[in-house]
């Protein structure tokens, strides 16, 4: 058989690969032809889709099943560099199968170019890969293993074959492909655990926060006995799924732009257990050395680099995969009954203070508010469904300050990289992979970056509700040059040069339902409308322009013209003393300075 033939063989019985979301090239002719008699290919419009599809197939499937992204040589991977860097900064799994010219045709060293459409694409990936190697013979597929093993820190993984390579006929279809696996210290583990009981016993105002690095398995299985253990759970954005807002002692989502009470609350603990989160510094707001400046910070992490970085300052870090870490943890934990009832309490009294919907916003009655929106959206999905809040600007911040997720649910974004476009293609992968229907909120500059995939929704008939948040332009950026500029706007909308297509047309183009929500009146039926339709729909949400997105992290502009950023209890628009007094009494000291 080929090569190509043997390889994706591989991929399907042994590493249990089922679909190719791909762009077609002559260079992966034979590869291609290969995947189209052993997956579900998917073709798409544009290489970085394929990519953003098969990182969030694989991050939503609940049945292991995982795709992979197949590219021609050239623009083929140029164009998917983009997805792959955001999978890398996600530590999410992404393979990557591109095509490359004939080995005959590649260039010496002291060459830019010899095969048509050649680019040393092995080199432009591999500071942003786990592994990225060009395949100039065909290798066996004991060694194909342990280059795709999943050991350590996940990430993509880049492989480059030549179109003769791909054609080589091999008579080796033997698979040796098991690896050891890395023997895990429990006794560091246990000790480490030990410490926590120890810091338990003494703690008042005691947090877990549950990150992206915990696996959905695990977090959804022992849920029950989480939420037993009577301590306060946030989550992480790429969390945020791993532990309902529905379920006991739930404290919302923490972060630079996160929900003002969990921030507040967060910032009051003694006692911080970081599980499977890297502690970065949309995480811990840029004045990292105020992150929870009271508190004992353990935090479990895959990779010891973030152990080591130093920023936030930790108290004792643990190497070790989150998952096995809290399963053994929850088995030997054991908390008094009610013993933080007053610090529960006291969550409880701040979270009722500030709700979803910060009263700081305004908006003209005309538009809708997008708070509101998201707010009545979390009410009325349901636990199958899967949500996409993009992964940049004023659409994502909202979502992830406002939805309520509830316990099945899963919410995937790619906040690491934080491009603008990500949000259709991912909404591709998760309604794929899934098969739920899937809710994508996107802003209106981010859609036009990756529009062209509403070609692979209808193709595919996905039940796809597409909500775009249309405000002329890039609120974020509008919102930025405002505060900081003195509303000297510059590409930030259509009236300062940016160009933005008439949303109905688009829809219809595709042959997509289209439906509009504009205002306050009725909103909650409207809503009840659309999400009782099954298929595909773009749903264009009139936001006012001068919106406000409030609370948020903001920077103090010095004399010097340095720029100073607020802790994350600090956040704009500025508490009142009375509500510093009541919410805020363990910093009191710290703010009185």
Excluded at 23 to 46: K, Q, S, W, Y
Excluded at 50 to 63: R, S
Excluded at 330 to 346: M, P, R, T
Excluded at 386 to 395: E, K, L, Q
Aim: glycine share 8%.
């Amino acid at each position: 058989m080929k090569y190509s033939e043997e390889l994706l063989d591989f991929l399907k019985e042994e590493k249990d690969y089922t679909h190719c979301f791909f762009v077609a090239g002559g260079n992966i002719m034979h590869l291609l032809d290969a995947a189209r008699t052993r997956f579900e290919c998917i073709p798409v419009v544009h290489e970085v889709a394929a990519g953003i599809a098969v990182e969030y197939f694989n991050e939503t499937n609940l049945e292991h099943k995982k795709a992979f992204a197949l590219v021609t040589a050239g623009p083929g991977l140029t164009n998917i560099v983009t997805a792959i860097a955001g999978a890398y900064l996600e530590s999410r799994e992404l393979l990557v199968i591109g095509g490359q010219v004939k080995t005959s045709d590649l260039k010496s060293a002291s060459m830019r170019q010899r095969g048509i459409q050649e680019i040393d694409g092995r080199a432009i990936v591999e500071p942003i890969t786990n592994h990225s190697v060009l395949l100039k013979n065909p290798v066996n597929m004991s060694e194909m293993g342990k280059l795709l093993s999943g050991e350590g820190r996940p990430g993509p993984i880049f492989i480059e074959i030549p179109l003769d390579v791909q054609a080589a006929l091999v008579d080796h279809k033997v698979y040796e492909t098991k690896t050891e696996s890395v023997l895990r210290d429990n006794a560091i583990e246990q000790q480490f655990i030990t410490e926590i009981k120890t810091f338990l016993e003494n703690s008042e105002r005691p947090i877990i926060l549950i990150g992206g690095g915990l696996s959905r398995d695990t977090a959804w299985k022992y849920s029950r006995q989480i939420s037993e253990l009577g301590i306060p759970v946030m989550t992480t954005w790429n969390g945020s799924d791993r532990y309902g807002s529905d379920l006991p002692n739930y404290w919302g989502r923490p972060n630079t732009w996160g929900q003002r009470s969990a921030n507040i609350l967060l910032q009051q603990s003694d006692l911080v257990i970081a599980v499977g989160t890297r502690l970065g510094i949309q995480q811990t707001g840029f004045a990292w050395d105020e992150f929870c400046p009271l508190a004992k910070i353990f935090q479990i992490d895959i990779d010891q680099n973030e152990l080591d970085k130093g920023h936030p300052k930790i108290f004792r870090g643990l190497c070790s995969d989150a998952s096995d870490f809290l399963v053994n943890f929850i088995g030997s934990v054991f908390v008094a009954n009610n013993k933080f009832g007053h610090w529960l309490e006291f969550g409880t009294k701040v979270i009722q203070a500030f709700p979803l919907n910060d009263l700081a916003n305004t908006n003209s009655s005309e538009y809708v508010d997008p708070f509101k929106l998201v707010v009545e959206l979390g009410s009325m999905l349901t636990q199958d469904d899967a949500i996409v809040p993009c992964s940049s600007g004023g659409a994502f911040t909202v979502t992830l300050q406002a939805l309520s997720v509830k316990h099945g649910q899963t919410v995937t974004s790619d906040k690491g990289l934080a491009s603008m476009g990500y949000g259709l293609s991912g909404a591709i992968g998760a309604a794929l992979s899934t098969q739920r229907r899937t809710i994508l909120i996107e802003g209106d500059g981010g859609f036009s970056q990756n529009l062209q995939e509403l070609g692979t929704v209808a193709q595919q008939n996905l039940n796809l509700k597409i909500f775009i948040f249309s405000n002329s332009g890039y609120a974020s950026i509008r919102m930025t040059q405002r505060n900081y500029f003195d509303g000297a706007y510059l590409g930030c909308d259509i009236d300062t040069g940016l160009g933005m297509p008439n949303w109905q047309f688009i829809a219809h183009a595709y042959g997509i339902r289209f439906s509009v929500l504009k205002g306050t009146d009725n909103l909650d039926q409207n809503l009840t409308s659309i999400l009782n339709r099954t298929g595909p729909e773009l749903i264009e949400v009139l936001i006012d322009p001068e919106q406000t997105y409030w609370p948020k992290i903001t920077s103090r502009i010095l004399p010097d013209g340095k720029m100073v950023s607020n802790p994350l209890h600090l956040m704009t628009p500025d508490l009142s003393p009375d509500q510093i007094a009541e919410y805020l009494p363990y910093l009191a000291s710290r703010l009185n300075k």
